[in-house]
């Protein structure tokens, strides 16, 4: 079978590595991918988002299976576009169409959705620029901090955890009426903060069927200890210590049996990726956010557990018959450790030349923000690599992972150095977060 997967990241270039091992997939092409899966597949000068060239791909390279890997193109209806056309009746694709994808594209649709459907959420508000004083005054109303969330798409960067009520509300302005992140905060929704330890569920539905991945746990803010501002992932562990077979039996029965049952209620046939950002609270799941797509950095943690053949159960996931298929799902933990610029979260310098060496046979580095540039691997993005250990413990799988990180070198390299540290130091029946993304 030929493939093509779409995006550009991390977690494309963990889809890549898996999807190229199975004796499925014939010939690969990832548009635009990075440096990284150029060494494994064929990239394509394509962006995720132009449907009229990623339609010629399919035709010149025959392609039977599409597989999305971010979100903008599945919101902006990727799916819906292939299905309306006959000429692609053969495509197989793994992802919702922009109906389902509107429980990442609009935080005030999967708000309404979860609380039509019974969904365990947080309480919340949703406000306009023409409601922005009754936003003010409902801001007054709530204990804090307090949690803005642009409507959106934005990057990863539209939740804004207020610690003040002058915070909260100067937050609300800059969002509403000076457009901070664009069309995507028109709506902005106020939500409750909640308190607990976070975790993210990935499910994979064929519409009807559902498998449940590996959990994982990620690391969002910049800094050690989990201080500084948010950025678009720092590492991941996977499986999580407290996702325990009780709390994850009450995942399912309240949170993703309702979602399907809520989605087919609506007419929407989900195929694809569900993320579910989950908040254990006191032993109960809680819904954060949902995600139409798999996570990153988590995919680099969670992949590498899969012991299925990833094609077979894609495949299996697009033509309906997901309850065919065993997954198989391996009893190691995986810990990414990410690499990324000096600067970032902000401004950061690009084309820095990257040294890689020698990894042991159980570390994987995924390329994230990496490009090609006369012989050489550079830097091209935030987030630059994503480290992947796979070992017996925690402990053994943060040692490998970190060790591998430390060795790689460029100009201005920063990762954090406690991912999964905490999991192993505190006490998990006392160990809080508290951080919402």
Not at 245 to 255: C, G, I, L, Q, S
Not at 412 to 432: A, M, P, S, V
């Amino acid at each position: 079978m030929n493939l093509l997967l779409l995006g550009s990241g991390g977690r494309e270039h963990a889809f890549a590595h898996q999807l190229t091992q199975s004796p499925r997939c014939t010939h690969l092409f990832v548009a635009p991918g990075n440096a990284g899966t150029a060494q494994i597949a064929t990239n394509l000068p394509i962006a995720a988002t132009e449907f009229e060239r990623l339609a010629e791909a399919v035709r010149e390279h025959q392609i039977d299976l599409l597989i999305v890997g971010p979100e903008e193109p599945l919101v902006r209806g990727v799916r819906d576009f292939f299905e309306k056309n006959e000429e692609f009746k053969h495509l197989r694709i793994v992802g919702p169409d922009a109906a389902g994808a509107q429980l990442e594209g609009s935080k005030d649709f999967s708000k309404a959705f979860m609380h039509r459907h019974g969904i365990p959420t947080a309480a919340s508000q949703t406000f306009t620029a023409e409601t922005l004083d009754a936003g003010l005054a409902y801001l007054e109303t709530h204990p804090l901090p307090i949690v803005l969330k642009a409507d959106g798409l934005a990057a990863g960067k539209g939740v804004i955890i207020a610690e003040s009520l002058e915070e909260a509300k100067q937050t609300l302005r800059e969002m509403l009426v000076d457009a901070k992140f664009g069309e995507a905060s028109r709506k902005v929704v106020i939500e409750q903060f909640l308190r607990g330890v976070e975790l993210s569920v990935f499910v994979l539905s064929d519409g009807v069927n559902y498998k449940i991945l590996p959990e994982a746990k990620d690391y969002k803010r910049i800094g050690e200890g989990d201080t500084g501002p948010n950025t678009g992932g720092m590492g991941a562990v996977s499986p999580v210590p407290f996702a325990d077979a009780e709390f994850m039996a009450k995942v399912e029965e309240r949170v993703i049996k309702p979602t399907l049952a809520g989605l087919a209620a609506e007419g929407i046939r989900y195929v694809g990726f569900i993320f579910i950002g989950l908040m254990n609270q006191d032993g109960d799941p809680w819904v954060i956010e949902y995600n139409a797509r798999m996570g990153d950095p988590e995919t680099e943690a969670v992949l590498p557990r899969i012991e299925s053949d990833l094609v077979e159960l894609l495949l299996a996931a697009a033509e309906g018959r997901l309850d065919e298929q065993d997954l198989k799902i391996s009893g190691k933990t995986a810990v990414t450790t990410v690499l990324v610029s000096g600067g970032y979260p902000g401004e950061y310098a690009k084309g820095r030349k990257i040294s890689f060496v020698e990894t042991a046979a159980n570390v994987t580095v995924f390329h994230a923000g990496t490009a090609e540039k006369s012989g050489s691997v550079v830097t091209s993005g935030g987030r630059v690599l994503a480290v992947t250990a796979l070992g017996d413990s925690l402990e053994a799988a943060r040692a490998a992972s970190q060790s591998a990180a430390d060795l790689i070198t460029f100009e201005g390299k920063f990762f954090r150095k406690d991912i999964g540290k905490d999991l192993i130091q505190l006490g998990i029946t006392n160990y809080e977060l508290g951080i919402q993304n």
